[in-house]
């Protein structure tokens, strides 16, 4: 049964700092996504990476995958207080299965 | 852009009733899926669903729960006798390929 652990589970950070949150699976995937919820919402697409290696940016977030180490990353660069949300990582079982397997999310607090 | 929606946004129910959940996914997309989050616990995978019939579905998804497209738009989650541990945000998605999944707002389901 495949395991998706993230950690850490709760980031406090100050304005302007790096961070990285780590996205650790049990079993070979090479389909990984990465989602934002912000209280009460919906979960927001942020970042689909589909083969080894595979690196993605937007804005302030950046999001690699090494399917041989079964490990994600989520980089935060010069943090801002929107970016406050948890995050979650989900991995596809069987690249292209019927249903994804999230980890538990990291819950991030950017303060002034 | 489209997008996935849900209906109610909030069902509060007395334990052992039915409620019927609603969802219209994405247009062209042609897989379903129902997940549900546990307040403050990671997303759930329940069932999914293509080519009118359930594809796979997870030990949480027993002969309490059915799903149905009954008429080419919606896609409805009916839980016949509702527990408390029902209680919980369910999202509706939908993807067209078995790939990118995209979620609805979520209805929060909440069992008394």
């Known amino acids: 049964e495949l395991k998706v652990e993230q950690n850490p589970l709760f980031l406090s950070m100050q304005e302007g700092k790096n961070y990285t949150i780590y996205c650790n699976y049990s079993t070979t995937s090479d389909r990984l996504y990465w989602y934002r919820q912000d209280p009460g919402k919906s979960l927001e697409s942020l970042f689909v990476l589909l083969s080894n290696g595979a690196v993605k940016q937007e804005g302030r977030l950046m999001a690699s995958l090494d399917t041989k180490a079964r490990l994600s990353t989520l980089h935060i660069t010069a943090a801002v207080h929107d970016l406050s949300a948890t995050y979650f990582c989900a991995v596809d079982p069987q690249g292209g299965s019927e249903k994804l397997v999230f980890g538990k999310g990291t819950k991030l607090t950017v303060n002034p | 852009e489209p997008e996935v929606t849900q209906t109610p946004s909030h069902q509060v129910t007395q334990m052992g009733q039915e409620v019927i959940l609603r969802c219209v996914p994405i247009s062209n997309h042609l897989y379903f899926y129902w997940y549900r989050q546990i307040l403050g616990q990671k997303v759930e995978f329940l069932v999914s669903?293509?080519?009118?019939?359930?594809?796979?579905k997870s030990e949480i998804f027993d002969d309490q729960f059915s799903v149905e497209r009954p008429d080419g738009s919606n896609f409805t989650l009916k839980i016949r006798s509702t527990k408390l541990e029902d209680s919980a945000m369910y999202f509706c998605?939908?993807?067209?390929?078995?790939?990118?999944?995209?979620f609805g707002p979520g209805t929060r389901l909440t069992v008394l």
């Open positions: 669903f293509y080519n009118n019939e359930i594809s796979e």
């Open positions: 998605a939908s993807s067209i390929d078995r790939g990118e999944q995209f």
